[in-house]
């Protein structure tokens, strides 16, 4: 158990408040078209396209890595269950959009990825983006739909979530290896959260 007061943070760690959300009723939506040239569609990822979308929806800026620990076959697992779903928001040919629902327990669903590429942040996206996840997770029998997020994520994710109907029930500390020491993300991901060397 964490005492109060200052911890240092050892170097070639990164530290983050986690702050999960739930939400135990589906919430009403407020329409967003898509806009013009941009399309919403359901995805069969491969490893290749999964680690792609990944990084740079979430991991170039905000040091997203879990999943790129993950061995082929880890991974290989996760993305061909059935109860885990993808999405993505396409433009001009090109992805630029994560959106995972997990299914894989019972009477629930994790928001599990969910995020753009910079090409489209400030777009109005995310809220279509948002809209389908609640949609598509409050269509199957679920009594809870919850994602969590932390301070190495981007500082307008809890807002958003917030905003969205989720709320807020739960916060943890998380110290874990810096994915840039490990050579998961290049040194130059994350400039939110300095790299200290040990």
């Keep these: 158990m964490l005492t109060d007061g200052i911890h240092d943070v050892p170097p070639g760690k990164v530290a983050m408040v986690v702050t999960y959300l739930e939400m135990t009723a589906k919430v009403a939506t407020k329409p967003r078209p898509l806009s013009d040239g941009v399309t919403f569609r359901r995805v069969k990822p491969d490893l290749e ?14 040091l997203w890595y879990e999943r790129l620990l993950l061995d082929d076959a880890a991974l290989e697992a996760i993305l061909t269950d059935a109860k885990v779903e993808f999405y993505t928001l396409s433009r001009d040919g090109a992805d630029h959009a ?3 629902l997990d299914f894989r327990q019972d009477g629930a669903c994790e928001l599990a990825y969910f995020g753009l590429t910079a090409d489209l942040i400030g777009s109005g996206l995310g809220r279509y983006l948002m809209n389908e996840a609640i949609e598509r997770a ?26 969205s109907g989720f709320v807020p029930v739960r916060r943890a500390v998380e110290i874990a290896d810096d994915p840039r020491t490990l050579g998961v993300l290049p040194e130059t991901a994350g400039t939110n959260v300095p790299l200290l060397r040990s």
């Design 138 to 163: 409050w269509s199957q029998p679920i009594s809870r739909f919850h994602v969590h997020t932390c301070t190495i994520d981007s500082p307008q994710a809890l807002d958003f979530y917030r905003r």
């Design 49 to 62: 396209w999964y680690r792609d979308i990944f990084t740079r929806v979430g991991g170039l800026d905000w």
């Design 98 to 100: 994560l959106l995972e």
